[in-house]
């Protein structure tokens, strides 16, 4: 099964997302402008649904 996370995070940049710093395990903290929030993305998405709701945590409609 394929991973989500390159998807994601091409997203999240493209909505002007931007990396923060590393989290636990795999995760990494993003940071948000549209919603003014911290986020974490794991290292490796492998559900649809995780995927629509760490965009969701960015304020970005889904997109799987």
Same mark, same amino acid.
């Given at each position: 099964? *394929?991973? !989500?996370?390159?998807? $994601? %995070?091409e997203?999240?940049r *493209?909505?002007g997302?931007?990396?923060?710093r590393t989290?636990?395990?795999?995760?990494?903290i993003? !940071?948000?402008?549209?919603? #003014?929030?911290?986020?974490? $993305?794991d290292? %490796?998405i492998l559900s649809r649904?995780t995927?629509n709701?760490v965009l969701? #945590?960015a304020?970005?409609? %889904? #997109?799987?």
């Amino acid at each position: 099964m *394929a991973s !989500y996370t390159p998807s $994601v %995070k091409e997203i999240l940049r *493209a909505h002007g997302c931007h990396f923060e710093r590393t989290g636990r395990g795999d995760h990494e903290i993003w !940071y948000s402008p549209i919603t #003014q929030r911290r986020f974490p $993305v794991d290292g %490796k998405i492998l559900s649809r649904h995780t995927a629509n709701a760490v965009l969701r #945590q960015a304020g970005i409609a %889904k #997109q799987f």
